[in-house]
């Protein structure tokens, strides 16, 4: 089986050094953060290879693309999951492709990996969620189930900012630094566009900490290469939402200046949310009922995530670099001393970030647990035949970032998959689909025909001899985005399927 791997980053900035050698100095350990200590510092680790962003489709999927037990159907958008209402079993998935609905059997059983929010989505619109919140949009409840009642969210903040006033390199505007040297290095695999842009990270235990226990940190501390400011143009200020007021009034001014920034990240939060739906249209996205910071402790734990992070640049090693703490306030603190405790929880709250960790919308818990959703072999409570396996599944937030936790869950649900079924329980094999409009209404065509005739293709077969790099760089062009949208006699035969 493929796996995904994780490898140090290589490119590093003169920052990234001093902050590991300052976090040391700073009295924090150099370990492993993936070996099973947590609290210290090191240089990050992350899922690329030569530069590039390596994702589970890539790394997991398209060195099988080939195998003919797959079949990957792209632009195809599930839109629910057929349960019997008297035996409350999952039979199949309705899914729409090209303006089309299909309908999947499923053999054994339906896996639902959509995602936190967009698997609890598919549950609710299937008749499996809060009674009340699925009576509420009109939708057949067939289990109350709390799907969507947890949410948790990773928070964070850009800042605190550095000024560096030595000309250790010249990282101070993006656009100086696309050239053709550094396109070929990069192609190559290596210099300044294979970073991550974050290049070391600590973990660290505020005051306000939950935890008993001094191993588990409840805030991470990012160092970024450069600061917001790098970038002169509309796309990181645009990807990080921040508003014209704010760029405006707190980065523009150090355009021209070199500068890095922190990104703490609060690991442990106590404020938790909620998933909704807005209406029965599965094109429609989910209800993000997340309060940022409705429990204080969480705007702390960021401040004192800052204020660490200021102790530790101003260690020695860090002095050798000549850098300042950026200190214009931030637009909204004005009023505020700079540098305090109160300040920060200002900053944090005029710069909040999201790293788009949310966890536990379809919560994994034993039969005793009133919010759970999922089993521990994450099979859904009370539907046969249905299991979740994706990140909205993790109970709690964790003290990690949530992709390679993605791919754990997906490694270890493949074993309990082959587990059940070599025990002679559900399996997951598809093994037709129904068009339509095809063939005089709605009649069984083997998927195999079928793909070939609606689809044009499935991706592969194709021997895969190229290098890994050009592979991914394939597979990511033909998993394109979908637009959502129905023609009208489709539409019909959704609202149809709706009604149960
Ligand atoms: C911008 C961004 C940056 C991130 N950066 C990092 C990072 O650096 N490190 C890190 O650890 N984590 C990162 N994360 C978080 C991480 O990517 C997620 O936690 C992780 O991908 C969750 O995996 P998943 O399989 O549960 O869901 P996803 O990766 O979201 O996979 C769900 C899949 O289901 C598909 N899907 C959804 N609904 C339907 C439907 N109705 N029909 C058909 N297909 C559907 C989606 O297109 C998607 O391919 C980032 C997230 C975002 C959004």
Redesign the pocket.
Request: glycine share 8%.
């Given at each position: 089986m493929s796996t995904v791997q994780l490898f140090p980053a290589l490119y590093r900035s003169k920052v990234a050094h001093a902050f590991v050698r300052s976090a040391q100095q700073a009295g924090y350990r150099y370990l492993d953060y993936n070996a099973g200590e947590l609290i210290g510092v090191s240089y990050l680790q992350?899922?690329t290879l030569r530069g590039t962003?390596v994702?589970?489709?890539t790394a997991y999927l398209a060195p099988i693309a080939t195998r003919k037990n797959l079949h990957i159907l792209t632009k195809?958008?599930?839109?629910k999951v057929l349960i019997d209402p008297v035996s409350k079993e999952a039979t199949g998935v309705l899914?729409s492709r090209n303006k089309k609905v299909f309908k999947v059997k499923a053999n054994r059983e339906v896996i639902l990996?959509?995602?936190?929010?967009?698997?609890a989505?598919?549950l609710i619109l299937s008749g499996v969620g809060p009674a009340n919140h699925l009576e509420s949009l009109g939708i057949p409840v067939i289990q109350n189930l709390p799907v969507g009642e947890q949410l948790y969210e990773h928070p964070g903040t850009f800042g605190p900012v550095y000024l560096v006033k030595k000309p250790i390199d010249n990282f101070i505007q993006l656009d100086d630094n696309i050239n053709l040297r550094n396109i070929i290095r990069y192609i190559n695999g290596r210099g300044l566009f294979t970073t991550?842009s974050?290049e070391s990270l600590m973990y660290i235990k505020t005051p306000v900490a939950e935890s008993p226990d001094p191993g588990v940190p409840d805030v991470e501390i990012m160092q970024a290469f450069t600061s917001i400011d790098f970038d002169s143009g509309p796309g990181t200020a645009t990807?990080f939402r921040l508003s014209n007021e704010t760029y405006d009034g707190y980065f523009r001014p150090i355009r021209n200046v070199r500068s890095f920034m922190y990104l703490p990240l609060l690991l442990k939060p106590r404020t938790k949310g909620k998933l909704r739906l807005k209406s029965r249209n599965?094109f429609q996205h989910p209800r993000f009922e997340y309060q940022y910071f409705e429990d204080d402790r969480d705007l702390d734990a960021l401040a004192y995530g800052i204020e660490e992070a200021i102790r530790v640049t101003s260690q020695p090693a860090f002095r050798e670099l000549g850098v300042e703490l950026y200190s214009r306030k931030v637009p909204g603190c004005e009023q505020l001393e700079f540098n305090t405790h109160e300040y920060w929880r200002c900053h944090v709250r005029v710069l909040t970030a999201t790293?788009?960790?949310?966890?536990a919308t379809c919560k994994m818990g034993p039969p005793t647990d009133p919010e759970a959703v999922v089993d521990a072999r994450l099979r859904v409570y009370g539907i046969g035949r249905l299991r979740v396996?994706?990140?909205?599944i993790v109970p709690d937030p964790p003290a990690?970032?949530?992709?390679?936790?993605?791919y754990g869950?997906?490694e270890k649900a493949a074993d309990m998959i082959r587990e059940d079924f070599a025990a002679g329980a559900t399996g997951s094999r598809i093994h037709k689909a129904i068009h339509s409009d095809g063939f005089g209404g709605r009649a069984d065509i083997p998927i195999e025909f079928e793909a070939q005739r609606m689809f044009g293709r499935i991706v592969g077969p194709r021997p895969f001899d190229e290098s890994a790099f050009v592979r991914i760089t394939r597979f990511r062009r033909e998993?394109g985005?979908?637009n959502g949208s129905l023609s009208e006699q489709d539409q019909g035969i959704l609202d149809e399927d709706n009604k149960v």
């Open positions: 992350a899922t962003r994702t589970s489709g195809a958008w599930a839109t899914f990996s959509a995602g936190a929010f967009e698997s989505k598919l991550n974050v990807a599965p790293f788009h960790h949310q966890v396996v994706d990140i909205g990690a970032h949530t992709a390679a936790v993605a869950i997906g998993v985005s979908f």
